[in-house]
């Protein structure tokens, strides 16, 4: 059988690159063979192995058949295994599928049954076969790229929804304090009605929409805290500002006098016009603590919401993912270790706090556990949803249940970019980090984000996020 493929450049200035895409980039963003332009993008076979592997996969199975159908709908389009298939992304880039190939020169302690090592023999063997083409892995996996280095190959981290270090650092910035003149909060409280407190926004102070501020007075006495709204900012006080009749929490009185950035997140996990809330904040900030509170006060007190609906990736340690349904049970009782958190809060927001107290909410169905993997099949309507541990979900996992929700739906989306568990993400292209980054760079009025600074669990907690860092 011929494995041979046409790489020869047809001229001189035909020096398009050879970008060899490996699994996990595939499954990461099943897009990606578009984002390389003009180039050509090579998938060796083993690697739709690996893909239709995980296809029963409750983490990863949604883009593992995304990426079959979007193959087979390029092959459809017309193509040759000999020439190659166009890829459609106004490029005119080529994608081939590859096997064989293997060089011979490859070094005899890999071996090359482990999938990775075959991926490097099949790169360098390319390299031998077409030595004027520049072949490059692109790779998810950083001791791929290492060994990759250590091989001569050239070897590239999937960086198309990667953000930098720095404009990463940037999110994580406590809540901004304005000094307003004495004219402008002569101004904010001319009205004898609190709820009309607001004053003209103006646009040296660079906020945006839904984006809350602590307010001083020209002699730098904090008076107040306000949120933007259009081409207002109005006014909310610290004080009265409480979830289920609990206010923001200061653990360290000896550097925080106030806990600024909990006293927004409150306002806007209650604030009914806005339906999307983006916590971000590292373990022992209070995530869980206010978005738990708000649903139960929105659908128990208020009646805002007909019930709640929590969502949390289902991570497991093998690198194949076990799906859920091999342990025994049912659904919510497989869930049920999985959303520990949210089932120690409910324990602690409930009246009757025994087990079956929180249990009856639970079998009532006003509170549904949710799989991630499942959340195309449900019933999100008038829900108050908080899906937490958001960074351990691809964007495309977000986009999936964002496109679920209503008008009558409120979405507060949890995580700490910090802790990845899964193996096929990191810090600066998951879910998290993608939305909120969107949600900087196109500001709407449903929707708000907040990082949360201080760490309230404990003392005990915050030494070991202190000290123990550093040895990272």
Known sequence: MDHKIDLNPKNEQDNRSCYVLDTNVLLHDPSAIFRFEENIVIIPLFVLDEIDSKKKDPQLGYNARDISQKLEQLIQRGGDPFKGVAIPNGYDGVLYFVNDFMSQNFPLELSTTYTDNALLSQIMGLKEHFPQRNFILISKDRNLRIKGWALQIPCNDYVHDKISEEYLDSFFQPVKELQLMEEEINFLFKSKSAGNWEIPYRKKWRLVENEGVALFDPG?????????????????????????????????????????????????????SIKIQIIIGKAGTGKTHIAMAAALEKVFKERKYDSIKLIKPVITKSRLGEDIGFLPGSVKRKLLPKMRPFVDKLRLFTSDQTEEGYKKLIDSGVIELLN?????????????????????????????????????????????????????????????????????KNPTSFLAHICLVQMVRSHTSKWFETYLQRFK
């Open 220 to 272: 730098n006495q904090f008076f107040g805290m306000a949120m933007r709204k259009g081409d207002r900012l109005k006014y909310f006080d610290y004080f009265s500002t409480k979830i289920l009749d609990m206010p923001p929490k200061v653990l360290d009185t000896e550097h925080y006098q106030y806990n600024f950035e909990q006293a927004v997140c409150m306002q806007q996990a209650m604030d009914d």
């Open 372 to 440: 991630l993997a499942d959340i195309r099949g449900a019933d999100l309507a008038n829900s108050f949803v908080i899906f937490d541990e958001a960074q351990n979900a691809n964007p495309f996992q977000m986009r999936t249940l964002g496109t679920r929700l209503g008008e009558d739906t409120k979405l507060i989306v949890l995580g700490d970019p910090t802790q990845i568990d899964s193996v096929y993400l990191d810090k600066y292209s998951n879910a998290l980090i993608n939305l909120y980054e969107n949600a900087l």
